[in-house]
T-cell receptor, first 113, second 118 residues
Framework: NAGVTQTPKFQVLKTGQSMTLQCAQD?????MYWYRQDPGMGLRLIYY???????DKGEVPNGYNVSRLNKREFSLRLESAAPSQTSVYFC????????????FGEGSRLTVL | AQKITQTQPGMFVQEKEAVTLDCTYD???????LFWYKQPSSGEMIFLIY??????QNATEGRYSLNFQKARKSANLVISASQLGDSAMYFC???????????????FGKGTKLSVIP
């Protein structure tokens, strides 16, 4: 029973490098989300996908892009990483846009030097 | 704009005692949902309890209950009979309509760190 799986769990990048965080859920959920968590800031929404084929910006989308590859997978891309993007990233999914609780992945710790 | 406020950065409670974690919210929407999540030091986010804005009774899940006061816009989490394993960060969140039609998002508070003392 995997739930929400994120990879990689840890990553160190140099400023300007690019990378993609992968996320997959096996619960047949329609909605998927990417959050970042910084000390003292709680979780802030980066992007979300209410359903397959749609994506929308959240509170802090600058510097990120997303792809909803299919119903299961929702990736987050950093095209040119900056130190301000050092954070813990959480992928989450939900049965529907307004149905049920969010199920979270284990988080990905990203450090940008 | 929707907002969640958790005014207690840190709380201490004696083992076996009850504790209340505060959460206030601000929204102009009539339909919304309120959630509490627990984040232990290991980092995962664990769902605890949910309250819908139209639910007339306070939600309960085992030792967790949500004290929902709609007029005051508060959704406090009550943990009864605290255990050492309850030591963690606790986040209050609200689900409201957002952006495009049919879209909702969960907005999180900044969290309260609960420490349970033996």
């Amino acid at each position: 029973n995997a739930g929400v799986t994120q990879t990689p769990k840890f990553q160190v990048l140099k400023t300007g490098q690019s990378m993609t965080l992968q996320c997959a859920q096996d619960m047949n959920h329609n909605s998927m989300y990417w959050y970042r968590q910084d000390p003292g800031m709680g979780l802030r929404l980066i992007y979300y996908s209410a359903s397959e084929g749609t994506t929308d910006k959240g509170e802090v989308p600058n510097g990120y892009n997303v792809s909803r590859l299919n119903k299961r997978e929702f990736s987050l891309r950093l095209e040119s990483a900056a130190p301000s993007q050092t954070s813990v990233y959480f992928c989450a999914s939900r049965q529907g846009p307004n149905t049920g609780e969010l199920f979270f992945g284990e988080g990905s710790r990203l450090t940008v030097l | 704009a929707q907002k969640i406020t958790q005014t207690q950065p840190g709380m201490f409670v004696q083992e076996k005692e009850a504790v209340t974690l505060d959460c206030t919210y601000d929204t102009s929407d009539q339909s919304y949902g309120l959630f509490w999540y627990k984040q232990p030091s290991s980092g995962e986010m664990i769902f605890l309890i949910y309250q819908g804005s139209y639910d007339e009774q306070n939600a309960t899940e085992g030792r967790y209950s949500l004290n929902f006061q709609k007029a005051r816009k508060s959704a406090n989490l009550v943990i009864s009979a605290s255990q050492l394993g309850d030591s963690a960060m606790y986040f209050c969140a609200m689900s409201v309509p957002y952006s495009g039609a049919g879209s909702y998002q969960l907005t999180f508070g900044k969290g309260t760190k609960l420490s349970v003392i033996p």
